[in-house]
């Protein structure tokens, strides 16, 4: 049986997951194992929202956050629609649309400053 749950809160999401998908104005940017996510998430905005859940042994950590608004999902930005709030855009992000590219440890990440990892045994294939 697969249920399909949908929140904002990342501490229920990964108590209850064993898969996990980030979107953002509507669009997959990260899907991957619910423990690989949280511990090493590779999208841009997956990190950004990581860097928001308060953890106590991190006392005054800085953390980073996204600039601007949220744009409307009714007019959504060309190309890669985080490129107005992400720190890593480049001239290519406001153009071209980033896919969902799969790698072979079962994670996916549309971003084009993200080379998918390869996990160890395939890559010694
Ligand atoms: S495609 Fe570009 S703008 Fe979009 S998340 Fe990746 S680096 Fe940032």
Do not use: W
């Amino acid at each position: 049986m697969t249920s399909l749950f949908i929140s904002h809160n990342l501490a229920v999401v990964r108590f209850i997951s064993t898969r996990v998908g980030v979107m953002y104005l509507g669009r997959l940017v990260e899907v991957a194992p619910t423990e690989m996510l949280f511990e090493r998430p590779q999208h841009p905005y997956t990190q950004l929202l990581m860097d928001a859940i308060p953890r106590l042994e991190h006392g005054r950590r800085r953390v980073r956050n996204a600039s601007g608004d949220v744009p409307s999902p009714l007019d959504p930005p060309g190309g890669c629609t985080f490129h107005p709030r992400c720190p890593l855009a480049m001239e290519r992000c406001r153009s071209e649309t980033p896919l969902l590219k799969a790698a072979a440890d079962g994670s996916a990440v549309a971003c084009h400053a993200v080379v998918p990892t390869v996990h160890a045994s395939a890559s010694a294939a």
